[in-house]
């Protein structure tokens, strides 16, 4: 099924965690990260979200505060005001930590991959996609195949998702020559998969891209932050690539 997510330019240039280089080095997934991408012409991005104590989506990577921020602790057990306060601080300026629902509001016409990163998460995305009416727009991903599947069945088709990792286990079964008929379809409407996993190649390897295409997936692929690297992901079908270095990549994809 076509979704309008994939509606956006292509192949899929995805500043992953914002703009976050330069004057914002260390300043990931901050407002300022992803209205930089947008400025830079981006149409995709990748964020991640968790819950706080009180059940309110803040964008971050990390269960806790400390890597990244003035704070410490972990984000599920401070109150969202509380979190409000927190100060992303990178090599030359610090951000407010944001909340997903201002992000949305910030990037109207900008595409966004949420990595929903525990299940307490999960029905509070929902609620701000719905208060954004931004189902056309966002696509949730995760791991956990548990998650997606509660994700959808909140939200129904109106939901995007990318694949767990079990469908992408089988979808790299098909590309080895498992037959279609012992696995099952992946649900997701694309594979956002990094270019190996531990000595196994997944998107790097043509067959598995081939697999998906026959299937009528797109393959989004992570991180990749060599300009060569790049080329020739393009090079064997992979239709979108996410980057920290999203300067390359708008050089590559523009190319």
Known sequence: MHHPYLDGPYPRAY?????HIGELAGCENTLAAFTAAADHGLRYVEMDVHASADGVPFVHHDPTLD????????????????????????????????RLAA???????????????????????????????AWDRVCLGSFSGR??????????????????????????????????????SPAGVFAQVPTTFGPIPVAGDRRFVRAAHRAGHEVHVWTVDDAAAMRELLSIGVDGLLSDRPDLLLDVVGS
């Not at 500043?15 to 703009?19: K, P, S, T, V, Y």
């Not at 992000?103 to 990595?115: C, F, Q, S, W, Y």
């Not at 109106?158 to 012992?182: H, I, K």
């Open 15 to 19: 500043a992953h965690r914002g703009w």
């Open 67 to 98: 890597r990244t921020t003035d704070g410490a602790g972990r984000i599920d057990e401070r109150p969202a005001a509380e979190l409000d306060g927190v100060r992303v601080t990178g090599a030359h300026r610090s951000e407010p930590l944001p």
């Open 103 to 133: 992000v949305l509001a910030a990037l109207p016409g900008v595409r966004v991959t949420v990595e929903l990163k525990s299940a307490a998460v999960i029905a509070p995305t929902l609620a701000v996609l719905d208060a954004a009416d």
């Open 147 to 184: 998650w997606l599947s509660a994700a959808r069945a909140g939200a129904g088709a109106r939901l995007c998702t990318s694949m767990g990792q079990a469908e992408v286990v089988a979808l790299r079964a098909r590309a080895w020559g498992v037959p279609g008929a012992l696995l099952p």
